[in-house]
């Protein structure tokens, strides 16, 4: 059975490489697009499965944005079972200053450039993001998609988001770190709680994550 995976804001399928599935499921990375001009989320969503077959069964696996993401995917498809890693379900567990900045705008001050340069700053900002063993992982790796129109865009749909009462996920499991600076799990509700893990923990509790999922993949 397949597996579809949306990494994180700005990130590509590496963010997975360290998971270990069950040998019965291919992991799939489905790799973020440019947005249009003034594009709905639902939109964009619907445009990311075109790489999936409906007609068969498959898993969605979302990680951070791509948490989001894959439960807009629930709009349009059934899949057999959605992990969410290091994200949120809902408006109540999306941290108050994200939605701050939702009610004056304050993310469309920052500048691009802070999360596309290579200046030293911003490295260390985003390997506290994405990685912290700057000897076995090169950001640049992980961080992939810099473009600047998608990166402003995905920030706004993020700090806006509210996870619509049209549609509910039959099957579910969330999966997040105790240690998360980015969505803290004081506001998480209903989930597999990971002690010390990170926003990143895919990548730095690889094998604790992957036993989780596996332990739900084999009941299929």
């Given at each position: 059975?397949?597996?579809?995976?949306?990494?994180?804001?700005?990130?590509?399928?590496n963010a997975f490489r360290n998971l270990r599935l069950n040998d019965d499921f291919e992991q799939i990375y489905i790799p973020w697009l440019v947005p249009e001009k003034n594009e709905s989320l639902t939109h964009y969503t619907e445009r990311l499965l075109d790489i999936i077959n409906p007609k068969e069964d498959f898993v969605l696996m979302g990680l951070s944005f791509g948490g989001i993401?894959?439960?807009?995917?629930?709009?349009?498809?059934?899949?057999?079972?959605?992990?969410?890693?290091?994200?949120?379900?809902?408006?109540?567990?999306?941290?108050?200053?994200?939605?701050?900045?939702?009610?004056?705008?304050?993310?469309?001050?920052?500048?691009?450039?802070?999360?596309?340069?290579?200046?030293?700053?911003?490295?260390?900002?985003?390997?506290?993001?994405?990685?912290?063993?700057?000897?076995?992982?090169?950001?640049?790796?992980?961080?992939?998609?810099?473009?600047?129109?998608?990166?402003?865009?995905?920030?706004?749909?993020?700090?806006?988001?509210?996870?619509?009462?049209?549609?509910?996920?039959?099957?579910?499991?969330?999966?997040?770190?105790?240690?998360?600076?980015?969505?803290?799990?004081?506001?998480?509700?209903?989930?597999?709680?990971?002690?010390?893990?990170?926003?990143?923990?895919?990548?730095?509790?690889?094998?604790?994550?992957?036993?989780?999922?596996?332990?739900?993949?084999?009941?299929?």
């Amino acid at each position: 059975m397949k597996v579809y995976q949306i990494s994180g804001l700005g990130a590509n399928g590496n963010a997975f490489r360290n998971l270990r599935l069950n040998d019965d499921f291919e992991q799939i990375y489905i790799p973020w697009l440019v947005p249009e001009k003034n594009e709905s989320l639902t939109h964009y969503t619907e445009r990311l499965l075109d790489i999936i077959n409906p007609k068969e069964d498959f898993v969605l696996m979302g990680l951070s944005f791509g948490g989001i993401v894959a439960q807009e995917m629930n709009r349009f498809v059934h899949p057999k079972h959605t992990f969410l890693i290091s994200t949120v379900k809902n408006r109540a567990e999306i941290p108050y200053l994200f939605k701050l900045s939702a009610s004056i705008n304050a993310h469309k001050l920052i500048p691009m450039s802070f999360l596309t340069s290579d200046r030293v700053f911003s490295y260390m900002m985003l390997r506290r993001l994405y990685y912290t063993n700057r000897e076995k992982d090169n950001i640049d790796d992980i961080f992939e998609f810099k473009n600047k129109e998608y990166l402003r865009w995905s920030i706004h749909k993020i700090v806006n988001w509210e996870h619509s009462s049209s549609y509910q996920e039959e099957n579910l499991t969330h999966i997040h770190g105790t240690k998360d600076i980015v969505f803290p799990i004081n506001n998480i509700k209903n989930a597999i709680n990971i002690e010390g893990g990170t926003h990143i923990m895919v990548m730095q509790k690889p094998k604790q994550i992957s036993n989780e999922i596996n332990n739900v993949l084999q009941s299929f």
